[in-house]
């Protein structure tokens, strides 16, 4: 048995810990990408103060919790970003985190350098503006290679640019990996989820299934290039991608929200995948104890994919992307390297999935509002 295997099976039946535990900080930002995770725009008036932000770290560094991915959002939007990153820290708790880079100038850029335990990724999804622009908004582009100046500037190398690949960007790969290189920072790639407001768009932008195959051969031909595990969908077409190539809802991974909601996924914001809220259970008892981890953590059937002779290799693909497009568990990956979630979306009864429970995107005014 490999080593991944031997992992992979220990995993599949939860840790004491979360390996991978996101908190996004805030539903506050100042875009309003197409494609966004969470709905973010808005702040909630209920989101965690700092004082509960801290009381988290705490928890997590007592349970042995040795990083968290910051999000949102946009998390330097909220005013007491540093010293919440700067309190974990002193916790020995590493923090990585996610930003669109607007809130990087030059101050800013210097003063992230200069912490430990550290590391941040700016998001961007085109190495042009028209490419980028067209998913994250006008002058996104532009706002995002300022901050790259800036932290190149502070001396803050080998930070992540952060790239979700769709059907328009996929044909930029060597491309964005020239733009790391110019950087000394290092690129990954993240999967387009169908979930939030990436819902509305994953049927027009998420790779064909030639492009899957294209990324598929691109990242085994760049095994420097991070994807967080999100290709193991890919892991079907031949030798296994780097990573666990499982999902680990509630086994490895978990998300905290702004309001102090635990997911069992990141990419699924929706109540039947809300295991409760730290500011009654406390994140350790969640964790631990939640029902609904319990029922992921028990052997999954493979369901449709039993029959196919890839199952072990992808393990049925990613769970966010089957509810959200009102798939089955046991059904294939919508995005199946063998066509067979293709074929399962055309035979739902559905045509439109499961929305998430969580909307903060900002409203427009009516018209003559």
Not at 138 to 155: K, T
Not at 297 to 319: I, K, L, N, Q, T
Not at 331 to 345: F, I, S, T
Request: with cysteine; net charge negative; hydrophobic share 40%.
């Amino acid at each position: 048995m490999s080593v991944e295997s031997s992992l992979r099976d220990r995993f599949e039946h939860g840790l004491s810990a979360p390996i991978c535990l996101t908190w996004e900080l805030t539903y506050a930002c100042n875009l309003a990408c197409a494609h966004c995770l969470s709905s973010s725009g808005r702040r909630d008036p209920r989101e965690l103060t700092t004082e509960e932000a801290r009381a988290v770290i705490d928890e997590i560094a007592a349970m042995g919790v040795f990083y968290v991915n910051i999000g949102g959002g946009e998390p330097m939007m909220r005013h007491d970003f540093f010293e919440i990153v700067e309190y974990a820290v002193a916790r020995r708790v590493g923090v990585k985190f996610s930003t669109n880079g607007s809130r990087i100038d030059a101050a800013a850029a210097r003063r992230l350098a200069a912490t430990d335990y550290l590391d941040l990724q700016v998001s961007l999804d085109g190495v042009d503006a028209a490419t980028n622009d067209a998913l994250r908004g006008a002058g996104s582009y532009a706002g995002a290679r300022r901050a790259m100046d800036h932290l190149r500037d502070a001396g803050l190398t080998g930070f992540k640019i952060s790239v979700v690949v769709t059907r328009h960007n996929i044909d930029q790969l060597d491309s964005f990996a020239s733009l790391a290189r110019d950087y000394d920072a290092q690129l990954r790639l993240t999967r387009l989820r169908p979930s939030g407001r990436g819902a509305d768009v994953w049927a027009t932008v998420h790779p064909r299934a030639d492009q899957q195959r294209v990324l598929y051969r691109w990242l085994v031909a760049h095994p420097d290039v991070l994807t967080g595990d999100s290709f193991f969908h890919l892991s079907a077409l031949g030798d296994p991608l780097e990573g666990l190539n499982l999902c680990g809802a509630g086994r490895v991974v978990c998300l905290i929200d702004p309001v102090g909601d635990v997911y069992a996924c990141p990419f699924v914001l929706h109540e039947q995948f809300r295991a409760g809220n730290l500011r009654e259970a406390g994140f350790a008892a969640l964790w631990r104890e939640s029902p609904l981890f319990a029922s992921l953590r028990e052997p999954a059937s493979p369901g449709a994919c039993g029959s196919c002779g890839s199952y072990d290799a992808c393990r049925g693909g990613c769970m966010a992307s089957k509810f959200f497009t009102g798939l089955e568990f046991d059904d294939p990956d919508p995005e199946c390297v063998w066509g067979h979630g293709e074929a399962a979306l055309r035979a739902r009864p559905v045509t439109i999935g499961p929305r998430s429970t969580v909307d903060h995107s900002r409203r427009r005014r009516e018209s003559g509002g």
